[in-house]
C-alpha cells in the first residue's frame, strides 16, 4: 500500500511539473535558435540544374542494341546480353559478331568502351542473387573473347559502367526496386566507387535525390568520365543525360545539367575521334545512335 501511494505521488508530481517543465525547453529551443540565427547559418542551395539538348549525328539499325554502344575510329559495336555486333561507321554494314551463349557465364553485358584493339565491357549476373560481376574483355579485330576479372560477390550491387579515372578506376553500381533486387536494398542504394590501379577501393560517392528519383525503380545503365572531368550518367529508360561534378565536400554528387538525348537511356561511350561525341542505342527502335553533345562552361 505504501509503495502505491509512492507511486501515485510521484504521478501526481509529474503531471504537475509537466507544463513547466515544457515551458522550460520551449524556452531553451527559441534561445538555440536566436543564437544559430546570430551566426547567420543558411539552409543549403544545391547546384543549379541547366537544361540543355543534344543532336543526332546519324543512326543505324542494330539488332544487338539491347544494352549499350560503343565505337573506335573505324568501327561500331551494339551489345546485348551475351551477343556483340561489329559494324562499320561509314555505312552501317554488319561486319562480324561475337556469341555467346544463352545462361552462360557472361550473362549480362552493360557498358563497354574500346582501347587499343581491346574491347572492354561490364558484366553481371543479373537477374541472379546473389549479385556478381565480372570484367569482360574481347579483341575487336577478331571478336573473339581474350580475358576476364571477375570481382565476384559485391555488396555494392551490380557493377553496369566502370571508365579510368585519375590514376585508377571509376565503376558504377546497381541496385533494383523489383524482383532482381534485393528486399533490403532498392534503386536507391546505387553508388558510384573509385578505386586505384590494383583495383583496391579508394572511395566513393551517393547518387543526388533529383536523378534516383528520375531513374527509379532502376538505375544508372551507362556512366563515362567526359573530356570536362565531369561524370556522364544515363538512366534506363528516359532521354536524358545527367551531368555530374565531384562534390568538394560529402558524400553525394552534384547534379549540374541534364540533356535531353536522341536515346532512352542505356549504357554508351564517348567517341575516341571527338570528345564531345557519343554513342548510344534505342533500344525500342533497335538502333545504334551517333550524337552529338553541348559544350558545357
Known sequence: MRLSKIIVALLLCTLIKSPLHAASEDSKREARRAAWAAIGI??????????LSATTIAE????EAGQGAAADEKYFYAIVNYVIGKYRR??????????????????????CYVEGAKLFCANSNHPQLPMA?????FDTKTMTHLESKSFGVMDEGSLVWFDHYKDGWIAGFAHYDDETGLPFKDHSYASVVTYDKEWRRTGGYALPKTILDRMAPQAASGGAIGDDGRLYLLGHD???????????????L???ATITVPT??????????????????SRPRRSVVHFELPVLE
Do not use: C
Open 238 to 252: 528516359r532521354t536524358e543525360m545527367y551531368v555530374m561534378e565531384f562534390p568538394k565536400m560529402g558524400p553525394v
Open 60 to 63: 543505324y539499325p542494330a539488332i
Open 133 to 137: 560481376s565480372s570484367i569482360e574483355i
Open 90 to 111: 561509314d555505312n552501317g554494314e554488319l561486319v562480324s559478331r561475337w556469341v555467346g551463349t544463352r545462361g552462360g557465364p557472361i550473362r549480362h553485358l552493360n557498358s
Open 42 to 51: 543558411e539552409d543549403y542551395q544545391p547546384p543549379s540544374v541547366r537544361e
Open 264 to 281: 532512352e537511356g542505356q549504357a554508351f561511350a564517348f567517341d575516341h575521334k571527338n570528345p564531345r561525341q557519343v554513342w548510344g542505342i
Open 254 to 256: 552534384d547534379h549540374v
